[in-house]
């Protein structure tokens, strides 16, 4: 997995700690490490989309572990989404 390895490392690590402390708490990440690595992946994919909060990020990872085998729905129709 490429973690960016520049100045932007914090804001990813906060989403990671975000999301994961969520998930811990709400007993589903029963297996971290896995869950871990899911979500580092879904927040690096979200990075890629251009995201770049780290709410939204974890935001991000958090929905794809609660709805898996799911694709994680484009910023702009979640927006969309949000409104109804």
Request: aromatic fraction near 6%; avoid cysteine; proline fraction near 8%.
């Amino acid at each position: 997995m490429d973690w960016p390895t520049d100045a932007d490392i914090p804001l990813l690590d906060a989403a990671l700690r975000i999301a994961m402390e969520y998930l811990v708490q709400s007993g589903r990440a029963e297996e971290y490490a896995p869950t871990e690595q899911a979500v580092a992946l879904v927040l690096l994919k979200s990075w890629r989309r251009g995201t770049r909060h780290p709410v939204r990020l974890a935001n991000d990872a958090i929905w794809s572990v609660e709805n898996p085998g799911l694709e994680l729905p484009s910023p702009r129709r979640r927006s969309s989404a949000n409104k109804r």
